[in-house]
C-alpha cells in the first residue's frame, strides 16, 4: 500500500470513528443532545428552519424574553452549513448528523494537521483519535455550537501551515473561509481562543523559519479576512452584547468556572469526584456544579505520550505545542492563580470578554492530543532506542506513581460508593480502573518502544479503550431517545393551543421551581420529564408558542430588569412580587402562567386546568398584544421602572398602562388624555414583521407588548417614523388622531453592515485570487 492510500485509509478511519463511538445515535436509537443540546441549541435550529420555510429570513425570535435576536445570538449556527440538514430532515436525523459530521471533521482536521506538521499517519491518527474522543470535546457535546467551532481548529492551523508551504493563494483563500465558517458556528469563546492560538502558532513559526517568515505573518493577515468574512454574524453578536446582561464584565463574572487545582488529579482518574452517568461508574459527583466543565481527560496514555514528546524530539513543533499546552492550563486556573494575579489577564482585550477559565482545556486538550501524535511518530525514528525506552520508561513510572497516589492518598475526602469501606472502594471503577489503565499503558508504550511487531496495535487499542472508558459513561449516553417525549408537544401546551386558537396573539410565563441549595445541579442531570419540558422556557419555542421567559447566553439587560430581573434561564427574582402587585407581567401580554407548587392570587391568576403536578392559570389582568394610549408621563428610568413595579405614581395616583404610557425621553406631541372610543388590531404577525391596524379620534401612543431592540423600524401609512420606546422596553409609536396603518420591520443595521464588509471582503479575496491566476496564464516576456 502507497503513503497515499495508507494516509486516505487513516483519514476515512478517523472520519467514521464518530459513527463507531456514538453507535446508538448512528442506528438512531439516541439523538446526541443531551443537557444544554436539548434545553437550548435544539429549540433554535427547530426555530431557524421553520423560520425558514416559512419564507422568513431567521433574524429575530419571538418565541423567547418576548422577542429577542435570533442571528445576533449566534447560538442556532444558522450560517454553518452543519446546520442545514434541519432544512429537509426531520429534527432527530438532523442533529445527530450534525453533531456527528462535527465529530469527524474534528477528527479529521487533527489528523491533516498532524500529518502536515511532520507526524507519521500512525502518530497523526492517535492525534485524531485523541482530539476527537477529548474530554472538553465530548464533555461539551450539549454544547452544539461550542464543538462545532472547536472542531474547525486544527483545520485552521492545517490551511496555515499549508499556505506557508506552497504560498499559494487559493490555500490563503482557503483560510479566511474556514474561519469565516467557524465565526458561523456561533460560540465567540470558541472562535477567540482558537484564533489566539492560531495567530500565536503563525507568529512562532514565522520567528523560527526565515524562509516561510513572510508567508506565516500572511496567514495572519488572512485570519483578520476571514473574520472580515464573518461581519456579517460578528456585527449582530457585537450589538446584542451590547444590549445584553454581560454588557459589563466584572472579575467575579470573568473567573467564574475557574478550574480547580485539585481538578489536575482526573487527568489521572476522571471519575475521582465522581460524575459518570450512574451505569459503570456509579459514585455520586462532589465537586464544584458543572462537571463538564472541569472535564479534560485525554487518557493516561497519552499523557504519557505528550509528557515524553519534548523529551525525545526538541524541534519548534514540539516546543511550541509544549508551551502552549502549560499556558493554556494556567489559565483554566483562573481565581485560583495565587496573589491575585489573574486580575492582570482580566485586562487583556478579548480574552477579559469570556467567563469559564476552565473552557482553555480546548487548547489544552488539543497540545497534549499533538504532542502524542508527535512522541509516537518520533520513536521509530530516534537515532537511540534505548534512550527513548529509559525516558519513556521513567515518565510512565511517574505517571503511574501520580495516578496511585490520586486514588489513594490524594483522594477527595468526599469520595464514596455504596457501602463506604476500604475494599468496596478498591472496587470501585473509579479508583482502580484509572490504575490498571496505567499499567496497562506503561507495558504498552514499552512494547512499542522496543519495536515489537505488535506495538502499533496494542498501543492504538489501549489508546482507544481508556478514552472510551471515560466518554463512553459521560452524560452523552443520557440523551434524549428516539421515541423519548421530547419530540411529543407536552398535554399543557396542546390545551393552550385548543383553548387560544391563534397562539401568537398571547405569551405564556413558565415559572421554574426555586432550585434546591441542597443538591447539586450537576449531581442531578435534569432529565427529560412531562414537568420538565412543560416549565422549561425555550421548549416553547419548538412549538411555536412564546414563552416570556427563555434561555439564552446573552439576555436583554433592560428585558431583565423589567421582567423582574430575569436571570439568563428564565428566573425571576422575586415573583411574590412581581406576579402579585406588579404590572410587568400584564403589559408583557402574558396570559398564562404555567407553574408547580405557585400560591396564586385568585383575583388576578384564575386557575384553568390541572395537569399532573403542573397548574395553568388565566392572568385576568393581562394586556393585550397591542393598545392605544391617549397620555404620556415622562419620567426617570428609575422611578419608571418603580411605576410599573407597584402600579403607583409618585404622587399615589393609580397607573392605568391601557391610558398613560411611560416614557423617559420627551415626545414631541401633544396628548390630552382624553378617554375615548379607540382600537388597535394586530392584522399581520411575522417574526420580522407586525402589522397593525389602529383607529382613534385624538392623538395617540401605540404600544405593542414587544421588545424594543435596534433594527425594528415603524411605518405609518407608509412612512418611516420614529420607534418609541415606551413602559421601560416595550415598543411602541406617536400616532396622530384617525385611521392608521401601522408595520414594525426588523432591518437591522448590524446585520446590514455586517452583510456589506462580508461581500466586500468575498470580493476583493477573489480579485486578489483570480489576478494571479491571470498572471500565471499570461507572464510578461522581457527582452535583453
Known amino acids: 500500500m502507497s503513503e497515499k492510500t495508507s494516509g486516505r485509509a487513516a483519514a476515512l478511519l478517523v472520519g467514521i470513528a464518530p459513527f463507531i463511538y456514538f453507535f446508538p ?104 483519535l485523541v482530539w476527537q474522543w477529548s474530554g472538553f470535546l465530548i464533555a461539551h457535546i450539549g454544547h452544539t455550537n461550542m464543538i462545532q467551532a472547536a472542531s474547525l481548529l486544527p483545520w485552521i492551523l492545517w490551511a496555515i501551515d499549508v499556505y506557508a508551504v506552497t504560498g499559494r493563494r487559493s490555500r490563503a483563500l482557503l483560510l479566511a473561509i474556514l474561519v469565516a465558517l467557524q465565526t458561523f458556528a456561533g460560540h465567540p469563546q470558541a472562535l477567540a481562543y482558537s484564533l489566539l492560538l492560531a495567530a500565536t502558532y503563525a507568529a512562532c513559526m514565522a520567528l523560527n523559519n526565515r524562509i516561510l517568515r513572510l508567508r506565516y505573518l500572511g496567514a495572519i493577515a488572512m485570519l483578520a479576512a476571514g473574520l472580515a468574512l464573518g461581519a456579517v454574524q460578528i456585527l449582530p453578536i457585537l450589538e446584542l452584547a451590547h444590549n445584553s446582561l454581560r454588557a459589563e464584565v466584572t472579575y467575579g463574572f470573568f473567573t467564574s468556572l475557574s478550574l480547580p487545582p485539585k481538578f489536575l488529579l482526573t487527568f489521572f482518574a476522571p471519575y475521582l469526584f465522581g460524575g459518570g452517568d450512574g451505569g459503570f461508574f456509579t ?55 495565587p496573589f491575585g494575579l489573574y486580575r492582570a489577564i482580566f485586562h487583556i482585550p478579548l480574552l477579559n470578554l469570556f467567563r469559564v477559565p476552565a473552557r482553555h482545556l480546548m487548547e489544552v486538550d488539543f497540545a497534549l492530543a499533538i504532542l502524542a501524535g508527535r512522541a509516537v511518530s518520533a520513536v521509530p525514528l ?44 478498591l472496587r470501585a471503577p473509579e479508583i482502580f480502573l484509572p490504575v490498571s489503565l496505567a499499567v496497562a499503558g506503561s507495558v504498552t508504550l514499552w512494547i512499542f518502544v522496543r519495536g515489537w511487531q505488535a506495538g502499533r496495535v496494542l498501543l492504538f487499542v489501549i489508546v482507544a479503550i481508556d478514552l472510551c472508558m471515560w466518554g463512553q459513561s ?50 442531578s442531570r435534569l432529565g427529560i420529564t412531562e414537568e420538565v419540558l412543560t416549565l422549561q422556557p425555550n421548549t416553547y419555542m419548538m412549538h411555536g408558542i412564546q414563552n416570556a421567559a427563555g434561555y439564552d447566553t446573552f439576555g436583554l439587560e433592560r428585558y431583565s430588569r423589567l421582567a423582574d430581573d430575569m436571570k439568563l434561564w428564565g428566573d425571576l427574582t422575586d415573583p411574590e412580587r412581581s406576579l402579585t402587585h406588579g404590572r410587568e407581567f400584564d403589559v408583557l401580554n402574558v396570559r398564562y402562567l404555567i407553574a408547580k407548587h405557585f400560591a396564586a392570587d385568585t383575583s388576578r391568576w384564575q386557575p384553568v386546568t390541572q395537569l399532573g403536578d403542573i397548574s395553568i392559570y388565566e392572568n385576568l389582568r393581562a394586556l393585550p398584544r397591542a393598545w392605544l394610549t391617549t397620555s404620556v408621563v415622562q419620567l426617570p428610568e428609575d422611578a419608571l421602572l418603580k411605576v410599573i413595579r407597584t402600579e403607583t405614581f409618585a404622587d399615589g395616583q393609580t397607573w392605568d398602562p391601557l391610558r398613560t404610557a411611560l416614557m423617559d425621553a420627551p415626545l414631541q406631541m401633544n396628548f390630552g388624555g382624553e378617554d375615548v372610543e379607540r382600537k388597535a388590531e394586530v392584522i399581520r404577525y411575522e417574526p420580522n414583521r407586525i402589522e397593525l391596524r389602529t383607529e382613534c379620534a385624538v392623538s395617540s401612543v401605540l404600544v405593542l407588548s414587544e421588545n ?39 432591518r437591522p443595521k448590524s ?27 499570461n507572464p510578461l516576456t522581457v527582452t535583453l
Open 25 to 128: 445515535a448512528a442506528r438512531g436509537q439516541l439523538v446526541l443532545c443531551p443537557d444544554d443540546g436539548w434545553l437550548t441549541n435544539l429549540p433554535l435550529r427547530m426555530t431557524v428552519a421553520r423560520e425558514i420555510l416559512g419564507a422568513h429570513l431567521p433574524l429575530w425570535n419571538p418565541y423567547i424574553f418576548s422577542g429577542f435576536p435570533l442571528l445576533g445570538a449566534a447560538q442556532a449556527g444558522i450560517l454553518l452549513p452543519l446546520n442545514w440538514g434541519f432544512l429537509i430532515l426531520s429534527a432527530p436525523v438532523a442533529m445527530n448528523l450534525a453533531v456527528l459530521s462535527t465529530y469527524a471533521l474534528a477528527g479529521v482536521g487533527a489528523y491533516l494537521f498532524a500529518r502536515r506538521s511532520g507526524a507519521n499517519v500512525f502518530g497523526s491518527i492517535i492525534t485524531g
Open 283 to 337: 459514585a455520586p459527583y462532589t465537586g464544584p456544579p458543572f462537571y463538564g466543565e472541569y472535564a479534560g481527560y485525554v487518557g493516561i496514555t497519552t499523557l504519557i505520550l505528550a509528557i515524553t514528546a519534548p523529551l525525545i524530539k526538541r524541534d519548534a513543533q514540539t516546543k511550541f505545542w509544549s508551551v502552549a499546552a502549560l499556558i493554556c492550563f494556567a489559565l483554566t486556573l483562573g481565581q485560583f492563580w
Open 382 to 425: 530516534a537515532q537511540n532506542r534505548k534512550r527513548v525506552a529509559a525516558l519513556t520508561l521513567v515518565v510512565s513510572v511517574g505517571v503511574l506513581v501520580v495516578t496511585c497516589l490520586s486514588v489513594t492518598a490524594l483522594r477527595p475526602s468526599t469520595f464514596r460508593v455504596e457501602q463506604g469501606t476500604f475494599m468496596s472502594a
Open 474 to 523: 459521560s452524560g452523552w449516553r443520557l440523551s434524549p431517545s428516539r421515541d423519548s417525549i421530547l419530540w411529543q408537544e407536552p398535554p399543557a401546551m396542546s390545551f393552550l393551543r385548543q383553548r387560544e386558537g391563534d397562539e401568537r396573539q398571547f405569551r405564556v410565563l413558565s415559572l421554574l421551581p426555586p432550585p434546591d441549595p441542597n443538591v447539586s445541579y450537576a449531581a
Open 708 to 746: 424594543h431592540y435596534s433594527g425594528w423600524r415603524a411605518f405609518v401609512d407608509g412612512k418611516l417614523v420614529p420607534t418609541l420606546r415606551v413602559n421601560y422596553n416595550l415598543r411602541g409609536a406617536a400616532l396622530s388622531p384617525g385611521d392608521h396603518s401601522i408595520s414594525f420591520v426588523y
Open 751 to 777: 446585520v446590514l453592515f455586517g452583510l456589506v464588509i462580508s461581500l466586500f471582503t468575498a470580493i476583493v479575496l477573489l480579485a486578489w485570487l483570480l489576478r494571479r491566476r491571470d498572471s500565471l496564464k
